[in-house]
């Protein structure tokens, strides 16, 4: 095994939750789509919408709309597409209630994190710059189109809602920020997959969307070392990707940077925390170290470096 490798492998198995470690071995070690949806089940509520610190900022047992999209990147990970499966099912069942939704958009946060431990900007009153209309509206809309019936009303509101994002996107004043842009593009390829191209100008969507990652990604290479930047691997993770061809220079460098700062212990520096919950957080930061181990050999392995 490659010596990467090998040392993220010892911190994830001494570290990471069930659902990481399942999703390390489908990756990495010939494991099984189902045992990550075993353990991915377990964040899931009766209501079929994810918590429980699935996404691992926000301790809320409640489901919420970014926990629900957590899930999905999960599922979209490891390339699970069965619209007959319970798990698919639940989170249509949850975005069809009309839970965390305003009629035009499922709320970023929601007033039950303040009751739980939860980094700063999962707060209700945080104004923090993550807490984008369409983030993460714009992915739920697309697993709609990609999942949802045809015949069905969550279809339609699922149609609605991606024309609608489509034409906030065109009109706004200002670039998406790296966590909405990522949402986008998830629409952008959900629609793609569901053969959805008479409703928006998918082709239009994909020069837009190529146009604002080669700008929002972070070149000034310095603040890579400790800042909270935004990398090519936050939208891709393979040379055949719409994305590689404009930013391929900043797409070796970051192969480069991942390779010589993995720590000792196998994992990298998260280059965030809170401070209101510091026992929590102890605990939070090894499953993002998890998280991220896994994001990182992903990306070195579809760039071609191991």
């Known amino acids: 095994m490659n010596v990467i490798l090998q040392k993220a492998r010892g911190f994830i198995y001494q570290n990471a939750r069930p659902i990481d470690l399942a999703r390390w071995q489908y990756h990495f070690e010939n494991g099984s789509k189902e045992v990550v949806l075993h353990a991915l089940s377990y964040y899931q509520n009766k209501d079929g919408g994810f918590g429980h610190a699935l996404e691992a900022d926000a301790w809320n047992p409640n489901s919420s709309p970014i926990q629900t999209w957590t899930a999905t990147e999960v599922l979209r990970e490891i390339n699970f597409t069965d619209p007959s499966h319970p798990i698919i099912e639940g989170i249509l069942q949850y975005l069809?209630?009309?839970?965390?939704?305003?009629?035009?958009?499922?709320?970023?946060?929601?007033?039950?994190n303040n009751d739980y431990p939860h980094a700063p900007w999962w707060h209700t009153e945080s104004e923090s710059t993550s807490h984008h209309s369409y983030n993460p509206t714009a992915c739920l809309a697309g697993f709609i189109i990609r999942f949802a019936r045809p015949d069905s009303h969550l279809y339609k509101l699922g149609c609605r809602i991606a024309k609608e994002a489509y034409e906030a996107l065109f009109s706004a004043e200002t670039e998406a920020d790296m966590h909405t842009l990522g949402c986008y593009i998830r629409l952008l390829q959900y629609m793609e997959e569901a053969g959805k191209d008479d409703l928006i100008?998918?082709?239009?969507?994909?020069?837009?969307?190529?146009?604002?990652?080669?700008?929002?990604?972070?070149?000034?290479?310095?603040?890579?070392?400790?800042?909270?930047?935004?990398?090519?691997?936050?939208?891709?993770?393979?040379?055949?990707?719409?994305?590689?061809?404009?930013?391929?220079?900043?797409?070796?460098?970051?192969?480069?940077?991942?390779?010589?700062t993995q720590l000792k212990n196998g994992s990298w520096q998260i280059p965030w925390g809170w401070s209101d919950y510091p026992e929590e957080w102890a605990i939070s930061q090894n499953w993002w170290k998890s998280n991220n181990i896994i994001l990182n050999c992903l990306y070195l392995r579809g760039l071609g470096r191991i």
């Open 96 to 112: 069809a209630s009309g839970q965390d939704f305003d009629g035009t958009v499922w709320y970023n946060t929601i007033k039950s």
């Open 201 to 260: 100008d998918l082709s239009m969507l994909k020069t837009k969307l190529c146009e604002q990652v080669k700008s929002s990604l972070t070149t000034d290479l310095t603040a890579w070392k400790t800042g909270y930047i935004c990398k090519p691997s936050q939208f891709f993770y393979t040379k055949d990707s719409c994305f590689y061809q404009d930013n391929q220079a900043l797409s070796e460098f970051e192969c480069d940077f991942i390779i010589k």
